[in-house]
């Protein structure tokens, strides 16, 4: 399968990339960043780029450093960078333990941390980590630079925050403490999952003082598990809490029955997924003590 034909061009700073992005915004221009998603689309002609914008070559998008408690990521990270990257095992481990579970190390050699936030699959890891931990997305633009909450960035499946002529540029994820667990259900390890479940949470002398957690494959964008996070916080937690933290999540959720099941195959699969996720951090929030 081919892609129909497009122009190219590979910038080396943002602002060269803005003004190409500008210049051919009626041919359609797009962002290409490490291909892994645009790429199959275009050869599927799912999507018909006039004009790729390569950001391949602007090194300053490539790095990865902390800046105090926050850590800031590139926004053309490579996936198995920051993987493995020491800020990341430091200032976000929950980071760090979800992108294993995205595709298969090749995919993620090329895959980018913001070409994962930017094309907004609801399926995806990356997403429900950035809700999770109270991420920001630099965006820049022809009018200058704007931050955006994560909770604000996901407007709907494959949607974001980002305008036409727009490159998200950096991701700042602030340093959380206490116990964090990254886990999914999937039907074969390295494809997408059908629900995944992002959490950080704190403790203080065996009590929970914050919780944070965010759901993947439930809905058109990541949610926030926001009963679960009230049910928990102020107690301190055994089995019955956890069972009714998960029960006031899932009454919520009305996830669309897909290919991959019906609407009560993914409420129970999220329950499933929801509980292992609170108990694994709770353990580790624990541990940590
Ligand atoms: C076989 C296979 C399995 C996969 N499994 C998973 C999985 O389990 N979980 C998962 O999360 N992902 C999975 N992926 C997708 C993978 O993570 C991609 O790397 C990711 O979705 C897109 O990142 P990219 O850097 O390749 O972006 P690209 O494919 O280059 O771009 C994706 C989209 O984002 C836009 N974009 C990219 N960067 C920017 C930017 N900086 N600013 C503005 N727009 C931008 C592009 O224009 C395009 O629309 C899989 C992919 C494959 C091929």
Redesign the pocket.
């Known amino acids: 399968m081919k892609p129909p034909p497009f122009e190219y061009a590979a910038p080396t700073s943002v602002a060269e990339a803005l003004e190409l992005l500008a210049v051919h915004a009626q041919g359609e221009a797009?962002?290409?960043?490490?291909?892994?998603?645009?790429?199959?689309?275009m050869n599927f002609r799912l999507?018909q780029?006039g004009h790729l914008v390569d950001?391949r070559r602007i090194e300053e998008?490539t790095r990865i450093r902390a800046e105090g408690d926050t850590l800031v990521l590139g926004?053309?990270v490579r996936?198995s960078h920051a993987e493995h990257a020491p800020e990341v095992a430091l200032l976000a481990p929950l980071l760090a333990e979800a992108l294993g579970?995205?595709?298969?190390p090749p995919?993620?050699n090329?895959?980018?941390?913001?070409?994962?936030?930017?094309?907004?699959?609801p399926?995806?890891?990356?997403p429900a980590v950035a809700l999770a931990l109270g991420a920001e997305l630099v965006?820049a633009g022809p009018q200058g630079t704007r931050t955006v909450p994560a909770a604000d960035f996901f407007v709907g499946a494959f949607s974001t925050a980002?305008e036409p002529g727009?490159?998200?540029?950096e991701v700042r994820i602030p340093r959380r403490g206490g116990g964090h667990a990254f886990v999914e259900f999937?039907r074969t390890h390295?494809?997408?999952?059908i629900v995944g479940v992002a959490s950080v949470i704190e403790v203080d002398g065996g009590g929970v003082t914050r919780a944070s957690i965010a759901l993947s494959g439930v809905d058109a964008v990541p949610v926030r598990a926001a009963a679960a996070e009230r049910t928990l916080t102020g107690t301190v937690p055994d089995d019955a809490t956890v069972r009714a933290a998960v029960d006031a999540t899932v009454a919520e959720l009305s996830p669309s029955a897909d290919v991959h099941g019906s609407t009560e195959t993914r409420i129970d699969i999220a329950r499933a997924t929801l509980r292992r996720g609170i108990e694994l951090a709770l353990t580790r929030a624990q541990d940590r003590r």
Not at 101 to 104: K, Q
Not at 166 to 169: F, R
Request: hydrophobic share 50%; glycine share 12%.
């Open positions: 797009r962002v290409l960043a490490g291909g892994q998603s645009l790429v199959p689309l999507a780029p950001l998008l926004a053309m996936q579970y995205v595709a298969h995919i993620r090329s895959g980018t941390v913001g070409g994962s936030l930017a094309h907004a699959d399926a995806a890891e990356l965006v980002l727009e490159i998200l540029t999937t390295g494809t997408f999952a």
